[in-house]
Nanobody
Framework: QVHLVESGGGSVQAGGSLRLSCAASKILYSSVCMAWFRQAPGKEREGVASVYTDGSTNYVDSVKGRFTISRDNGKNILYLQMNSLKPEDAAMYFC??????????????????WGQGTQVTVTS
């Protein structure tokens, strides 16, 4: 069983930055896709970004140029640097992991391991 624990959420003004972290207890597979999802109240969970073991990344269009996903494979930590935050970025952010390659867009049903989430609030 892989345990994922997110941290780094909080409240920030529009235009500000936050960095989320996700610590994984262990990685079972040599090749693992890790991703960030978010879910705002009343909305479906949305894939934000993913990163494969080799460092290749994918982003949803709405965060391209503002968010950066990265991972430290040695420490089993996933990061999401969020810059130029907008009110519409406010949501509960979840990290997820699954063995195998990443798809073009992170899809919830493709991931079997999830963290408990960390709240991001953006005030205008």
């Amino acid at each position: 069983q892989v345990h994922l624990v997110e941290s780094g959420g909080g409240s920030v003004q529009a235009g500000g930055s936050l960095r989320l972290s996700c610590a994984a207890s262990k990685i079972l597979y040599s090749s693992v896709c890790m991703a960030w999802f978010r879910q705002a109240p009343g909305k479906e969970r949305e894939g934000v970004a993913s990163v494969y073991t080799d460092g290749s990344t994918n982003y949803v269009d709405s965060v391209k140029g503002r968010f950066t996903i990265s991972r430290d494979n040695g420490k089993n930590i996933l990061y999401l640097q969020m810059n130029s935050l907008k009110p519409e970025d406010a949501a509960m952010y979840f990290c997820a992991a699954e063995g195998g390659s990443c798809g073009f867009t992170p899809i919830e049903r493709d991931f079997g391991f999830w963290g408990q989430g960390t709240q991001v609030t953006v005030t205008s």
